[in-house]
Each structure stands twice: as C-alpha cells, then as structure tokens.
C-alpha cells in the first residue's frame, strides 16, 4: 500500500477504517455485522464452494454496481477475512478495476493480480469460476445486475 497523507501503512489502515465506519453509521468499538453492511452498501455478494486455494474476489461492472465472491468451503473466520478485505478493494484502492485473491499453498507468495474488468470480461470470469454457464451469461449481458443473483442462483 502506498503512503499517502503522511501516514504510515498501518496509520492509515486505521484511518480508512475509522472513516468508513464513521461514514456508514457504523460503532467505532463494536463488532461489524457483514451481512447486514453488504446489504445496506448494495454489494452484490454470493457464496458459492471453490478451490481450496481461492478466497475470493470482488469487482465492479460501473461505478454503482459493486459484486464479491466469497468461497463458502472456507470457515465463516476466513470468509469474514475475506469480505473485508475485498471491501477494502472496492472503496480505498484507487488503482482497483478487478482484483483476484489467492490464497496460494503455501508454497508462492499470495498473489493478487489486476486487470481491466468490462461487463464481457466479468462474465468470462464468472463462466470460468463455475458461477454461471453460457444461457446465464447471455440473460446477464441483456438484464441489469440488479438480477444477477436470482440469475446466477437459478
């Protein structure tokens, strides 16, 4: 993470989280009810099992229109870990387009790598994650996002 506003790394983690609780009504003390906040921010969210080695992802088609994936093989810790950590993605990273979180074996680095995320490119990758299949695709390039999940669920 770069510096910015003359902050170390872990100060200014502190400060995006203070604001963004401050910002959506959220107690600077008590714990986060994930469920609820994704619900209140319109974040599109599905928990669907993947590879051991995959958290998670989050993306955005436009600048309304928010989504994370979520691997629910993963225990309910790992998985709040993982929420929070794509939030990060989608409200303080600045370079953010469309980011892919891999856990690894342990073996590699983490690797998180980034590319420019349009509509096409997004239903690609939810075809390549098993989310959906080539009719759900298609329904989801003609229909809002706003149907996606009763699409995707179906």
């Known amino acids: 993470?770069?510096?910015k506003e003359g902050l170390e790394p872990?100060?200014?983690l502190k400060k995006y989280v203070s604001d963004?609780?401050?910002k959506y009504g959220l107690s600077q003390k008590e714990p986060v009810g994930l469920q609820a906040l994704l619900l209140k921010l319109k974040i599109l969210t599905i928990f669907k099992p993947l590879s051991?080695?995959?958290s998670g992802m989050a993306g955005s088609i436009d600048d309304e229109t928010k989504f994370i994936i979520v691997n629910s093989n993963h225990t309910v810790g790992r998985q709040n870990f993982t929420i929070a950590h794509e939030l990060y993605h989608l409200f303080y990273d600045h370079t953010f387009k469309h980011i892919v979180c891999d856990r690894g074996d342990g073996?590699?680095?983490r690797v998180e790598s980034s590319y420019k995320c349009s509509r096409s490119a997004l239903l690609h990758r939810l075809r390549d994650l098993k989310l959906i299949d080539q009719t759900k695709s298609e329904q989801l390039k003609e229909g809002t996002l706003g149907k996606s999940l009763e699409i995707?669920?179906?």
């Open 52 to 54: 051991e080695s995959f």
């Open 107 to 109: 073996k590699k680095n």
């Open 20 to 22: 963004f609780r401050s």
């Open 152 to 154: 995707i669920e179906s």
């Open 10 to 12: 872990r100060s200014l």
């Open 1 to 3: 993470m770069a510096q």
